[in-house]
């Protein structure tokens, strides 16, 4: 099925709005120390992505986002599908995604992501949104449709859905937990004393009742993600991990904070690899199912391994479809 007439996809927000705002001074972006060094590829895998996704007109996190994994992604026939437009109402600190008001919601989006889906044969389907506060239910009913769309068309395929906070609307998450995706996740991005800088507009003690609701509400697996560097410690990271444990989370990823432009918040500092190991390890004894954490993790990064909870699975967890 292609893209219907005149709804062609437009270039992602790096190619269409500029680094910073007129007549705002850059701010200095460090350089990335070798371990954040990434292979461009582009062979055809890549390119097959590529061509699906443009004749179809559907966008993804990893380009409007800027993800640094998006060459190995693609290069492996699979990407994190964005639905609900490409602009988002809120204006956060850390995100590339095009800030404004976005366009109507796209009633022939889930059908034409299904087929997408099918194409690619994807067995784990990642599907994520713009933040969308226009819409009474925030998006939760568009979801909700995008599941059982793929379900439809590719019976077997695991779906995740990465979620906005829908404003704290009780029935929005109830609405698209009825659809029941296999892994519901919500990013708390950040430790509680950074949110008025980098999730302006957003509050983490929603974000975390909103995990703990869903939960709640039936679904089998919820997970979450972090950033580190931002100028959070160690104490604080901590506090964060026992937080999403407290509210039932099973999957926890944690990456490195990478600034898109000049305009964006600056990286406090870069953290080694072997520190995000030593997290990790200090994280599995809280009781989560997985936890991804390395300087190019993101949440839907290897995320169909998170699913099946290894490596980096809490040994109590093994073998268990959901989490306590």
Known sequence: MAAPAGSGKRPPT???I?????????RIRAPKPPWLKIRFRTGEPYKSVRHTLDTLSLHTVCEEARCPNIFECWGEQTATFMILGDICTRRCGFCAVMT????????GEPTRLAEAVERMELAHAVITSVDRDDLPDGGAAHFAAVIRAVRARRPGCAVEVLTPDFRGTPEALRTLLEAAPDVFAHNVETVPRLYRAVRPGSDYRHSLSLLSRAKA?????TKSGFMLG???DRREIGEVLSDLREA?????????YLQPTGGHLPVSRFVPPGEFEEIRREALPLGFRHVEAGPLVRSSYHASRHLKGTPGEAPAAQGQGGEP
């Not at 404004?100 to 009633?107: E, H, L, Q």
């Not at 509400?217 to 697996?221: E, I, K, W």
């Open 14 to 16: 790096r190619e269409r």
């Open 217 to 221: 509400l039936g679904a089998p697996v």
């Open 248 to 256: 039932r989370v099973g999957i926890v990823t944690i990456g490195q």
């Open 230 to 232: 931002l100028g959070e």
């Open 18 to 26: 500029p680094a910073r705002p007129p007549g705002e001074e850059p």
């Open 100 to 107: 404004g008001t976005p366009g109507r919601v796209d009633p």
